[in-house]
């Protein structure tokens, strides 16, 4: 049971759910929508006025009719002066002019709510567009820790599956709203000024509707809220699927995985139904309370016609705009449903949207103009965000401009943790970090890495061109791009492609080699001709006699340059000014490949066991 509870504890620190709060009838994140739709004060006012224009003109038609019943039936004309004036300059006969005036009212309806629908909805796209790019910043912005923990799918939910729920919410439930406030309130104008008493009976039990939201709203919203997660996982397990086929096919897990998805699918299914449960509750109850009002206002109005207190035509006309007022709300039990979701998106696109990354520009932080000259770690201590275990214990090293230093160490000895501590993707726990002699964080993020070139020891290709990845966030010649292609050793196989630097290289490089892939990840560090080079394990997946070229290259072009290189191929680093031999987060040994083999110490049996020199590692171990 603790184990049990451990992994919720942790997976809920991991949720993208803000903090729960209490329930609330129309919630108060979807209302954040609002200040985004302000920014485009045109499209907001003619949506408005277009809807509320439509919804007045959508019952005068019922109004003429009910004074062209009177008229029928009397043959005597009713209604305003004014409006008699108008029927009559219409036609001489008021049978036409009644007609004529029910024709204009659909007309008017038509370009009216065309206005609306045209505004609402380019006004949601607008929005959906800002979201989507507010929450992206606020992803990008976040250090490299945030992500080690979460599942890509379901960040991904949330710009695209939660992002579209808000555009919803804009184009449908804000006309909704409109239409339901406009309409209502233009029935009681009309319907007052002919009978109160019926007006009365109309709207009466329709304020019963209050307490029914009130019940819907509170129960529905929690299971919304877990919809929209059970949306997210979905999306994890897909991603992580399609992702890695060909490790689920390797292992014949495709039953495994299918498994997997059924249940997040089932837990959706659930959810939905739950909500779909309790909504379908809701609903029959508004048609119950219609069902009442429209009742009671024919029998009423059956009898206050008899007595003469209203004519016929006002009864009719009584009866139009109620049925007429069935719409509006069926679409207010649409309408609470709608908003629900809504704030269940909203709570995840908000959440982060108002993500805050912990490693930032100080506020004084300066440019870093120069290029990098020197870097120096003094004491470093580092233990990764959520763990206890000390990664970096008190690690002390410089290199200087033109050093080559080397880091080697067995998995999980520290050493790409220093590369990442450079880069600033994470921030010691204490010590420093200097960059000609000053501490990074006094730089600004982006002049640092601007200084840096970085290969890490899984390349990652987007989806494009070679040219693409190579030219990557970067401005170059055709002459620059050819340079760094030859260094980093990949013009050779790039003349073979079909296409040149033209091919496409599929879905994170699927299809070139992992050789061909580090290849031209070097190639983009190399092209922006950095001041400092990082290789995390850059040329693991390279062979032996490309990486010696590749070495060459490298020491022949960049006597300026810095380069601190990861391995656990020695003769990565072979050449290296200095080799830091790392164990768990300290430096044992450091010096230049010769003196370091001398020493019989851990170097030189890694050294032994990658060379074959078995007979040496023997001595070795009967040495010590």
């Not at 062209?68 to 209604?79: I, Q």
């Not at 036609?91 to 029910?102: C, D, F, L």
Request: proline share 3%.
């Amino acid at each position: 049971m603790a184990g049990e509870g451990g992994l919720e504890n942790r997976q809920d620190s991991l949720s993208i759910e803000p903090p729960e709060e209490k329930t609330k009838v129309l919630g108060s994140q979807v209302w954040r929508v609002i200040p985004y739709a302000l920014r485009y004060p045109r499209r907001l006012l003619a949506g408005f006025l277009g809807n509320a224009c439509a919804r007045i003109v959508d019952l005068v038609p019922f109004v003429a009719i009910g004074w062209a019943v009177d008229y029928f039936t009397s043959d005597v004309m009713v209604g305003p002066m004014f409006i008699q004036d108008v029927v009559t300059s219409i036609h001489s006969e008021p049978a036409v002019g009644y007609g004529v005036m029910i024709f204009t009212g659909f007309v008017m309806l038509a370009f009216f709510q065309g206005v609306s629908e045209y505004s609402w909805q380019t006004l949601g796209y607008n929005i959906q567009h800002d979201l989507r790019m507010d929450a992206t910043r606020s992803l990008i912005a976040m250090e490299a820790s945030y992500y080690d923990m979460r599942q890509t799918g379901q960040l991904m939910s949330v710009l695209s599956s939660d992002v579209n729920q808000l555009e919803d919410v804009v184009s449908d439930s804000s006309t909704s709203i409109i239409r339901i406030v406009f309409t209502f309130l233009t029935a009681f104008v009309i319907l007052a000024s002919m009978s109160l008493k019926l007006a009365g009976i109309l709207f009466g039990p329709i304020l019963f509707i209050i307490p029914c939201v009130y019940w819907f709203s509170t129960r529905v919203q929690r299971k919304y809220r877990k919809q929209r997660e059970s949306t997210g996982d979905i999306h994890a397990v897909l991603e992580n699927l399609i992702s890695g086929i060909s490790v689920v096919q390797a292992y014949n897990a495709q039953v495994w995985e299918s498994e997997r998805v059924a249940r997040e699918s089932g837990n959706y299914r659930d959810q939905a139904m739950g909500a779909s449960r309790d909504r379908n509750r809701f609903l029959p109850m508004i048609y119950v309370i219609a069902g009442v009002a429209f009742g009671l206002l024919v029998t009423a109005g059956g009898w206050l016609a008899s007595t003469g207190e209203i004519s016929t035509g006002e009864l009719v006309t009584f009866l139009l705009i109620s049925t007429r007022m069935t719409m509006p709300m069926f679409i207010f039990g649409i309408l609470i449903n709608q908003l629900q979701r809504g704030e269940a998106a909203a709570k995840r696109v908000f959440a982060t949207i108002d993500l805050e990354p912990t490693i930032f520009d100080e506020p004084d932080a300066i440019e870093l103009d120069e290029s990098i000259v020197s870097v120096e770690f003094r004491d470093v201590h580092f233990t990764y965000p959520g763990t206890t275990v000390k990664v970096l214990g008190g690690i002390s090293f410089k290199a200087e401009g033109g050093d080559f230093l080397g880091v080697m160490g067995h998995t999980g000895a520290g050493k790409t943790t220093i590369l990442k501590l450079l880069m600033r993707y994470y921030v010691p726990d204490s010590g420093d970090v200097l960059i000609n002699g000053t501490s990074i964080n006094e730089f600004t993020l982006q002049s640092v890495r601007d200084k840096i070139g970085f290969v890490s020891q899984e390349p990652f290709l987007f989806y494009g061109t070679v040219s693409d990845n190579v030219r990557y966030n970067q401005q170059s010649t055709d002459q620059e791009l050819d340079a760094a292609l030859k260094l980093a050793g990949a013009w050779d196989f790039i003349q073979e492609l079909e296409s040149g630097l033209d091919t496409m290289v599929g879905d994170r490089g699927a299809k070139l080699s992992g050789g061909q892939r580090a290849r031209i990840s070097l190639a983009r560090a190399l092209l922006k001709q950095p001041s400092l080079l990082i290789l995390d394990e850059a040329s693991s997946a390279l062979d032996a006699e490309t990486e010696r070229k590749i070495q060459q290259n490298l020491l022949a072009s960049g006597s300026d340059r810095t380069t601190i290189a990861v391995a656990h191929r020695l003769s990565t680093i072979r050449n290296a000014n200095e080799i830091l031999s790392m164990v768990d987060g300290a430096v044992v040994e450091r010096g230049v490949h010769d003196d370091l083999v001398a020493a019989n110490g851990i170097y030189a049996s890694q050294w032994t066991i990658q060379t074959g020199d078995m007979a040496g590692l023997t001595s070795t171990a009967s040495d010590s």
